[in-house]
């Protein structure tokens, strides 16, 4: 059975930084790509961030690029996102995904899905 599980939402205030973590079972993750997605409220969920299996390659979504970093430790099955910066546009619900393609695409394939965590940047 197949887990992804987020953790490190909170509260912050703008200017400030949280580091996401998605620690993930059931699956050979290094095989797999992953992803970070948010879905503010009364929006639809958008893409935040990819990595490869191999760590060696990113991609962004322009609204976060410079501020997000996407890394992974395949050693620990567990991806993370640094969120330095953070605008009030930025809360959402973070999801961690993963793709079985293992390679990053036109469009990230979410395989799977964790349940997400909260983000919330106060102004």
């Known amino acids: 059975q197949v887990q992804l599980v987020e953790s490190g939402g909170g509260l912050v205030q703008a200017g400030g930084s949280l580091r996401l973590s998605c620690a993930a079972s059931?699956?050979?993750?290094?095989?797999?790509?992953m992803g970070w997605f948010r879905q503010a409220p009364g929006k639809e969920r958008e893409f935040v961030a990819a990595?490869?299996?191999?760590?060696?390659?990113?991609k962004y979504v322009d609204s976060v690029k410079g501020r997000f970093t996407i890394s992974r430790d395949n050693a620990k099955n567990t991806v993370y996102l640094q969120m330095n910066s953070l605008k009030p546009e930025d809360t959402a619900v973070y999801y961690c995904?993963?793709?079985?393609?293992?390679?990053?695409?036109?469009?990230?394939?979410?395989?799977?899905w964790g349940q997400g965590t909260q983000v919330t940047v106060s102004s």
């Open positions: 990595i490869s299996r191999s760590g060696g390659s990113t």
């Open positions: 995904a993963a793709d079985g393609r293992g390679v990053l695409v036109v469009r990230f394939r979410g395989d799977y």
């Open positions: 059931g699956l050979t993750f290094s095989a797999y790509a």
